[in-house]
């Protein structure tokens, strides 16, 4: 099935890119990039191979944990905006709004930031566009079944439009 297919394709898009870089995670060598969520209309499965997950939660560790918190928990007040008049880190773990986003919006998000109107700087030439879809890989695997086959709709139909 086409499912199939797609894991396959993401699995084999991840290992040749880390298979370029002998140390995965601490080489920063851009690899060839392609969104491999968006280039087709299959809907994408969840990612569940530990090495791609594990970068994911190191690249958050390292740059996302600090605001959103360690385990994608963010804020308590996240709805609320600050003294700044700008709203909290949300989570992202599940339980607040990131799942409503298609991948290329959560990649637009991260790659923009929200300055100067909100507080998330921009990760655009920090991070590969490999790392931040490791990145994504990872906090979708917190997600619940239930909220992971909603964001699948909600994706697959941005792709259709
Ligand atoms: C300096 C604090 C800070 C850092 C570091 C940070 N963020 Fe954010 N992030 C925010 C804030 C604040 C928001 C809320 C949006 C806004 O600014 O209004 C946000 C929003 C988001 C959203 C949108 C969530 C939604 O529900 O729509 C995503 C996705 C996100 N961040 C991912 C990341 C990732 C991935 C990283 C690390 C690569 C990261 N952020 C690093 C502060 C931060």
Redesign the pocket.
């Known amino acids: 099935m086409n499912t199939n297919w797609f894991v396959m394709g993401i699995a084999c898009f991840f290992s040749v890119a880390s298979c370029n870089q002998n140390n995965v995670g601490s080489t920063q060598a851009p690899p060839a990039v392609s969104s491999p969520a968006s280039s087709t209309l299959t809907v994408p499965a969840r990612v569940t191979d530990k090495n791609i997950l594990q970068q994911g939660k190191n690249?958050?560790t390292k740059?996302?944990?600090?605001?959103?918190g360690n385990n994608a928990e963010g804020?308590q007040e996240?709805r609320k905006p600050g003294a700044d008049g700008?709203?909290?880190?949300?989570?992202?773990n599940g339980t607040?709004?990131?799942?409503?986003?298609p991948t290329d919006v959560?990649m637009e998000?991260?790659k923009d930031?929200?300055?100067p109107?909100?507080?998330?700087?921009s990760?655009e030439g920090?991070?590969s566009d490999n790392e931040?879809m490791a990145?994504?890989f990872w906090?979708q695997s917190l997600w619940t079944d239930e909220i992971f086959k909603t964001w699948q709709g909600i994706d697959l139909s941005s792709r259709e439009e």
Do not use: E
Request: charged fraction near 5%.
């Open positions: 690249i958050f740059n996302c944990s600090q605001c959103h804020s996240w700008k709203y909290p880190p949300p989570p992202l607040a709004h990131a799942w409503h986003h959560l998000i991260i930031g929200t300055l109107d909100g507080n998330m700087p990760w920090k991070l931040i990145v994504i906090l």
